[in-house]
């Protein structure tokens, strides 16, 4: 089985920063892909950035510029620099990672709140 933990959430002012950490356990030989979503209030969850094995990254629309996600293979853990951050990136942000026994599956990590005040 396959454990997400996440660290680095918080408060913190508009225009400041965080950095998000996921680390990846369990018997793991290889993570296809890593990936942050998030979820605010009343609103669905969405994709924030995804980054596969070999380095291929996206992002939302709305995070373009800001954030940007990284991973370590070595160490089976992804990150999420978050610069710039507006209010409504404000969410519980999910750590979320698959491909690693077949194709299809996909693994949660329990979520860590960011608040960003105005």
């Known amino acids: 089985q396959v454990q997400l933990v996440e660290s680095g959430g918080g408060l913190v002012q508009a225009g400041g920063s965080l950095r998000l950490s996921c680390a990846a356990s369990?018997?793991?030989?290889?993570?296809?892909?890593m990936g942050w979503y998030r979820q605010a209030p009343g609103k669905q969850r969405e994709l924030v950035a995804r980054?596969?094995?070999?380095?291929?990254?996206n992002y939302a629309d709305s995070v373009k510029g800001r954030f940007t996600i990284s991973r370590d293979n070595a160490k089976n853990t992804v990150y999420l620099q978050m610069n710039s951050l507006k209010p409504e990136d404000t969410a519980v942000y999910y750590c979320?990672?698959?491909?690693?026994?077949?194709?299809?599956?996909?693994?949660w990590g329990q979520g860590t709140q960011v608040t960003v005040s105005s």
């Open positions: 369990g018997s793991i030989f290889s993570i296809n892909f």
């Open positions: 979320n990672a698959g491909g690693i026994y077949n194709n299809y599956d996909n693994y």
């Open positions: 980054v596969t094995g070999g380095g291929s990254t």
